[in-house]
Nanobody, 125 residues
């Protein structure tokens, strides 16, 4: 099984910065894409940023130029550096990883997506 532990959320003033981290642990063959979603009350879940195993990145238009996603494959960790934060960035941020793992007892690989528990980011005006 794969567990994800997020950290780094909190309260920050408009224009400030936060860095989120999401560390994966457990038994798996390979971590593929990693990324972050967010959801504010009353809003649909929004894909914020993704990063592939080769570190290609993609961002939502709303965060381009302000957020940066990165990963440390040796630590199985994905980061989200958030700069120039705005009140509309307030949301619960959740990381995800696409993981390939061995099915116990079957000698076959399986793909799955695992989610972090979510961390609150609040930006005050």
């Amino acid at each position: 099984q794969v567990q994800l532990v997020e950290s780094g959320g909190g309260l920050v003033q408009s224009g400030g910065s936060l860095r989120l981290s999401c560390a994966a642990s457990g038994r798996f063959h390979r971590i593929n894409d990693m990324g972050w979603y967010r959801q504010a009350p009353g809003n649909q879940r929004e894909l914020v940023a993704t990063i592939t195993i080769s570190s290609r990145t993609k961002y939502a238009d709303s965060v381009k130029g302000r957020f940066a996603i990165s990963r440390d494959n040796a630590k199985n960790t994905v980061y989200l550096q958030m700069n120039s934060l705005k009140p509309e960035d307030t949301a619960v941020y959740s990381c995800y990883v696409d993981v390939t793992y061995w099915i116990p007892g079957e000698g076959e690989l399986e793909d799955d997506t695992r989610w972090g528990q979510g961390t609150q980011v609040t930006v005050s005006s």
